[in-house]
Structure formats: structure tokens, C-alpha cells
């Protein structure tokens, strides 16, 4: 008996793979008085930036810091929605921070939260990496689009 039904596999979506460079200012706001408990600083701030360059938006957020004696050691987590243009694609997306500063020997994972992205970033997914020179910071972000 043969079976005449051919399946059809759904077209796999084409991904362009660029990066963004450039600058970005940070101010960042306490939203409440820090709790100090045994040792460890607990504090919520309120983030807002400006990014420069191929990411021009403006992003804001929440972060959560935990603060220990030791210099060096600390962490922290942040949502941030970031809205603007990237390489010219207007819309919306939203980065996950993750940090862990182990006397001062730092991990940092900064990440487009899955199916965040809005209008023309619809689809995006990437990387954001970030350095400190002199006090002022540069970004780059490893990203992808669907084409």
C-alpha cells in the first residue's frame, strides 16, 4: 500500500545576524530606603538609559541589588523595556539583566526576553554586552531578526 499524502514542512524562518555598537548614560534612582540585614544589602532602583549609536532608545526598568561586606561581592537582576530604532527597525523589546560580582571577578548575561520584541523588532533575540571606560559606557549588542 503506498501512501500517497506527502507532508509539507512549514518554511523555516531566515535570520539575519548583526551587531549594534555605541554609547549609553544610566541614571539610576532608589525606590525605597535599602534593607541591611545581616550583612547583605537588599535595594529596588529604578533604572532609565539613553542609548547612542545603532540602538537609539531610551530603555527604563527595575532593578534588584544585593549588596554584601565583602568588597567586590554583590548582585543583581533588572527587567528593562527598551523602545526606539535598532539599525533603523522601529519598535520595543525587553532585556533580562543577570549579575554576580564574586570580589570583584564579575558574570554578566544581559538578554532580549524571548518573543519581546514589538513592530519591526518583532522576532528579535540577542546578547547585550556593555564596558566602562573612563565612566562612560559602551555597548555592544549581538543580535537577530527574522529577514
Same mark, same amino acid.
Given at each position: ?16 545576524? %548583526?551587531?549594534?555598537?555605541? /554609547?549609553?548614560?544610566? &541614571?539610576? +534612582?532608589?525606590? =525605597? ?6 550583612? $547583605? !544589602? ?17 530603555? %527604563?526598568?527595575?532593578?534588584? /541589588?544585593a549588596i554584601t &561586606?565583602? +568588597?567586590?561581592? =554583590? ?6 523595556? $527598551? !523602545? ?26 544581559? &538578554? ?36
Amino acid at each position: 500500500m503506498q501512501n500517497d499524502e506527502t507532508q509539507t514542512q512549514p518554511k523555516k524562518a531566515e535570520y539575519m545576524f %548583526q551587531r549594534a555598537t555605541g /554609547t549609553f548614560e544610566v &541614571t539610576i +534612582t532608589p525606590q =525605597a530606603e535599602p534593607d541591611d540585614a545581616s550583612g $547583605v !544589602t537588599l535595594g529596588r532602583m529604578r533604572l532609565a538609559k539613553q542609548f547612542h549609536g545603532d540602538l537609539a532608545a531610551v530603555g %527604563q526598568g527595575e532593578m534588584l /541589588t544585593a549588596i554584601t &561586606t565583602v +568588597t567586590g561581592s =554583590a548582585g543583581y537582576v533588572a527587567i528593562e523595556r $527598551v !523602545t526606539g530604532t535598532l539599525h533603523g527597525r522601529r519598535g520595543s523589546f525587553v532585556f533580562q539583566h543577570s549579575a554576580i560580582s564574586n570580589r570583584g571577578d564579575q558574570q554578566l548575561s544581559i &538578554t532580549v526576553v524571548p518573543d519581546s520584541g514589538t513592530e519591526q523588532l518583532a522576532g528579535l533575540a540577542g546578547a547585550f554586552s556593555l564596558k566602562i571606560v573612563d565612566g562612560k559606557h559602551f555597548y555592544t549588542f549581538d543580535y537577530s531578526l527574522p529577514e
